[in-house]
């Protein structure tokens, strides 16, 4: 049985960091490549960044390139989202996910919430102004 479960979200001021982790269970996971998703309220869920399999290529979207950092842990089976420079617009519930790796396909679907298999529970982070 899959699990991907996150920590690490909590209250914060503008300006400040946070570090959120993602572990995973009954999965290969050195064979699965990550990604971060969060979704405030009343607002669809969106991609934050991404990580291939080898954790040698990352993905980031817009609005978070430059502040946060994506990383893996394939020894401890751990997926890590690094967020500086946090802003009140970054508030929402923050998701990992997993798909196995294939072929050339990531590149092109990373951002897709339909391209990931699993799952996690999903942490609250809260920025205040």
């Known amino acids: 049985q899959v699990q991907l479960v996150e920590s690490g979200g909590e209250l914060v001021q503008a300006g400040g960091s946070l570090r959120l982790s993602c572990t995973a269970s009954g999965l290969t996971f050195s064979n699965y490549n990550m990604g971060w998703f969060r979704q405030a309220p009343g607002k669809e869920r969106e991609i934050v960044a991404a990580i291939m399999w080898s954790g040698t290529i990352t993905y980031y979207s817009d609005s978070v390139k430059g502040r946060f950092a994506i990383s893996k842990d394939n020894a401890r089976s751990l997926t890590y989202l690094q967020m500086n420079s946090l802003k009140p617009e970054d508030t929402g519930v923050y998701y990992c996910?997993?798909?196995?790796?294939?072929?050339?396909?990531?590149?092109?679907?990373?951002?897709?919430?339909?391209?990931?298999?699993?799952w996690g529970q999903g942490t609250q982070v809260t920025v205040s102004s």
């Open positions: 996910a997993a798909v196995a790796w294939s072929v050339g396909s990531f590149g092109r679907r990373w951002s897709r919430p339909s391209e990931y298999r699993y």
